[in-house]
């Protein structure tokens, strides 16, 4: 470390016990003691001791978190990894290795595309529903595994991606119809319209399953509400 760190934007204790640590090794290469307070800690060198032992608490945690986890692993292995490297400390020194840390990375990604059918299955945030499958298969990628291992299978996807462009284009419609004859500007009706009939047809659907009909979606493209009859 050639340079002083600087403090910039430090929010969180963490952050600051990382700068607490790397301003001592910064001083220690100048020949001098710490010089810094910590929390509620005065004295230099034992601010810079519970600053080393916050990081390494919470290094130990993230690794007990990956090691349950049921979300992606990214953020905790990262820390770890730069943890270890920042102090030059061997993984075994917190009670890990690399091999393992690879396998919770997959882990995780496993558990993320479990997450992210299990969403898709039960239809919620359909906003961004077509969007779900694309997710699944990102992570069973980067976790190296397979639809089948998380009890899918190419056939369900297909259906649920037809599921999610129905549901979708019947909350553009409903949104749109919420609008339309109210006078607003620039709402593009009828480019909606357009995404409603795209969906549809990636549904494979008509427009009587989503509640409308080719007439109502004329007058919708046009900002304006059909008339009951």
């Not at 032992?53 to 990894?81: F, G, V």
Request: with cysteine; glycine share 6%; proline share 2%.
């Amino acid at each position: 470390m050639k340079t002083k760190p600087k403090i910039l934007d430090l929010i969180t204790q963490e952050e600051i016990a990382a700068y607490i640590i790397s301003h001592g090794l910064w001083r220690k290469m100048r020949g001098k003691k710490p010089s810094l307070s910590f929390m509620d800690e005065k004295n230099p060198a034992q601010a810079l001791m519970m600053a080393e032992k916050m990081l390494n608490d919470q290094t130990l945690y993230y690794l007990k978190w990956a090691r349950h986890t049921t979300d992606s692993n990214e953020n905790r292995i990262a820390h770890i990894r730069n943890y270890c490297k920042t102090f030059n400390l061997p993984l075994s020194k917190i009670g890990t290795s690399e091999e393992e840390l690879d396998l919770l990375l997959k882990k995780g990604y496993l558990a993320e595309a479990k997450n992210w059918l299990s969403s898709f299955r039960k239809k919620s945030d359909y906003y961004d529903l077509i969007k779900h499958d694309a997710f699944i298969i990102k992570f069973l990628k980067l976790a190296g595994a397979t639809l089948e291992d998380i009890g899918s299978c190419d056939d369900e996807i297909d259906t649920l991606k037809k599921i999610g462009y129905a549901l979708s284009a019947k909350r553009v419609l409903n949104t749109y119809k919420s609008l339309a004859g109210k006078g607003y500007a620039d709402m593009q009706y009828e480019h909606n319209v357009k995404i409603i009939k795209e969906y549809l047809l990636k549904a494979g659907s008509t427009v009587f399953t989503i509640g409308t009909s080719e007439e109502e979606l004329t007058a919708l493209s046009k900002g304006e509400l059909l008339e009951a009859v």
